[in-house]
């Protein structure tokens, strides 16, 4: 199983070609910047590193068809791939905070589709990529007379993200792969199954397709600031929806919660860990169940659990790294990757 690193959206160009020519040295697979609205274009983030590195991938983790055109977003990655020599890649999916941030007409009419939508986004995507010129009539998105001919060489990688059944059903009929989001052991249900029967029944069976996840890692030598680390990030787990809770709390903890996240989402825009008015071992547990945190005598442990999601079936885990991202990638690319080859 193969790891990438997902980097901080604060980040400037220059950092990110540092940090993945760092990566690099590793052998990390690939490294991806997160498209958030209240940050720099990920895209044009990830141009420096693509021209600076050799090996790692470059990709952009998630851009929603409701705050850009599958043709735009067709365009950037491809654009991105030029840059690369055919290194690029790309989650698509309906999810993120663009747009929530946009309230776009678009939005109001099509997001109740958000399968038809991604599925629409990801065909575009693809037909620009393996088609001279593409037409398409969609319910949502439409294209006429559109080409990238300009582009040569390899391919960008496509992925949807995706972690519920229907949308994972979908992608494996259109994309070249799937990343889930803080998907643990005892979460993935019937998950992998569903991803090979229905591989199998789009006649991919046998073909590559990549299965990735997104990770969230908080190791550091100082454990108390691991924690704190995770605490304050525990609202991007899933945004805490029931799926991700009902694992690790009590029905009665997993309602209240359902019905007041302001704590969490309170921690995560005041950059701390204090979850307040929620019982500290509900918050001890959500971080257990849902990140990896501790220090580094916890690595073998976390090591363990990435290697249950290897035998399950994941072709790689995309770990996100948040504060003092260096020494992450250093202690990873030390303590983890080897112990994953």
Same mark, same amino acid.
């Given at each position: 199983m193969d790891l990438d690193i997902i980097l901080e959206a604060d980040l400037t160009p220059a950092q990110i070609q540092e940090l993945s020519l760092?990566?690099?040295?590793? /052998?990390?697979? /690939?490294?991806? #910047?997160?498209?958030? #609205?209240?940050?720099r274009d990920a895209f044009m983030t990830l141009v420096p590193a693509a021209q600076a590195t050799r090996n790692i991938r470059v990709g952009v983790v998630i851009v929603s068809p409701y705050e850009m055109h599958p043709l735009k977003i067709a365009n950037a990655v491809l654009t991105l791939n030029e840059y690369a020599n055919g290194r690029a890649m790309v989650v698509v999916g309906a999810g993120g905070e663009w747009p929530?941030? !946009?309230?776009?007409?678009?939005?109001?009419?099509?997001? /109740?589709?958000?399968?038809?939508? $991604?599925?629409?986004?990801?065909?575009?995507?693809? #037909?620009?990529?393996?088609?001279?010129?593409?037409?398409?009539?969609?319910?949502?998105?439409?294209?006429? /007379?559109?080409?990238?001919?300009?582009?040569?060489g390899e391919p960008p990688l496509i992925y949807d993200?995706?972690?519920g059944p229907k949308m994972l059903k !979908?992608? $494996?009929?259109?994309? &070249?792969?799937?990343?889930?989001?803080?998907?643990?052991?005892e979460m993935l249900g019937d998950r992998m199954a569903l991803i090979r029967d229905s591989l199998a029944e789009n006649g991919r069976a046998g073909e590559e397709f990549n299965i990735s996840n997104f990770i969230a890692w908080h190791i550091k030598k100082d454990r108390e600031a691991s924690l704190d680390e995770a605490r304050r990030e525990l609202i991007i787990r899933g945004w805490l929806e029931r799926d991700w809770l009902v694992p690790y709390v009590k029905s009665d903890e997993v309602d209240a919660i359902l019905a007041n996240k302001w704590p969490f989402l309170k921690a995560f825009r005041e950059r701390h860990g204090n979850i307040e008015g929620v019982p500290a071992h509900v918050v001890?547990?959500?971080?257990?169940g849902l990140s990896l945190a501790g220090d580094e005598s916890d690595i073998d442990r976390h090591i363990e659990r990435l290697q249950e999601l290897?035998?399950?079936?994941?072709?790689?885990? #995309?770990?996100?790294?948040? &504060? &003092?991202?260096?020494?992450?990638i250093r202690m990873i690319g030390e303590k983890v990757l080897p112990a994953l080859r």
């Open positions: 760092l990566a690099e040295s590793f /052998g990390f697979r /690939g490294i991806w #910047a997160q498209n958030y #609205a209240r940050a929530l941030v !946009m309230n776009s007409q678009v939005f109001d009419m099509a997001y /109740g589709k958000r399968i038809a939508g $991604t599925r629409e986004a990801l065909e575009i995507i693809k #037909a620009s990529v393996d088609q001279e010129v593409v037409n398409y009539q969609g319910e949502i998105y439409n294209a006429q /007379g559109f080409t990238t001919q300009w582009h040569r993200g995706a972690s !979908m992608a $494996t009929g259109v994309a &070249d792969g799937i990343m889930m989001s803080d998907m643990h052991p001890a547990a959500l971080v257990e290897s035998a399950a079936g994941f072709t790689e885990i #995309a770990l996100r790294v948040h &504060d &003092d991202p260096a020494d992450s």
